[in-house]
């Protein structure tokens, strides 16, 4: 994938790494049209891909310079160097951009919570029930505005909750 790279000048590849991380920074990407003559399309997109990918594992899991240069290792040295600037320079901006991203995830935030474990002993169709439920109250506030959600789980529809806050956790422990 980085041999690619040395299709271009290594102050070619700086303005280049500068347009990916625009684009990973929500502005303006590198136009295909300005290299339509050094790769092809789907080279264009492979390398794109990798270099999006590169800046955000880098800055995401604040990867050392050498493992970045590692990665860099098919690329000769001048634009492995070339990518591991740009990457210094904008390491903040990326890192915030990152942020950004997460956080646009939603714009619902969990103020606080309550539960309460109740025995519900029977129904009006069935006389003896003994099943557990679990009374939770999730106070969140959106858009400023604090609203209560409350909802009654049995043990089943609480397995799947924490289930779900369980994957979601990691994917946020991955993020970091």
Not at 151 to 165: A, G, H, K, P
Request: charged share 25%.
């Amino acid at each position: 994938m980085m041999e690619r790279l040395g299709r271009i000048s290594a102050t070619d590849c700086v303005k280049l790494c500068h347009r990916v991380v625009d684009g990973l920074c929500g502005r303006e990407p590198p136009c295909r049209s300005d290299y339509s003559t050094t790769w092809s399309l789907e080279e264009w997109l492979q390398l794109l891909d990798f270099l999006t990918g590169l800046f955000r594992l880098a800055v995401g899991n604040n990867v050392p310079d050498e493992e970045v240069l590692a990665k860099l290792s098919a690329a000769d040295h001048s634009h492995a160097e070339a990518v591991l600037s740009v990457l210094r320079a904008r390491q903040e901006e990326i890192r915030r951009a990152l942020l950004d991203r997460t956080n646009s995830i939603s714009s619902v935030t969990l103020q606080d919570f309550d539960w309460q474990l109740k025995l519900a002993l029977s129904s009006d169709k069935i006389s003896s029930l003994n099943t557990p439920l679990l009374s939770l109250c999730l106070d969140v506030r959106e858009n400023g505005a604090l609203r209560p959600i409350t909802m009654e789980l049995n043990r089943e529809e609480l397995s799947t909750l924490i289930s779900s806050l369980e994957a979601a956790n990691k994917v946020v422990l991955q993020l970091k």
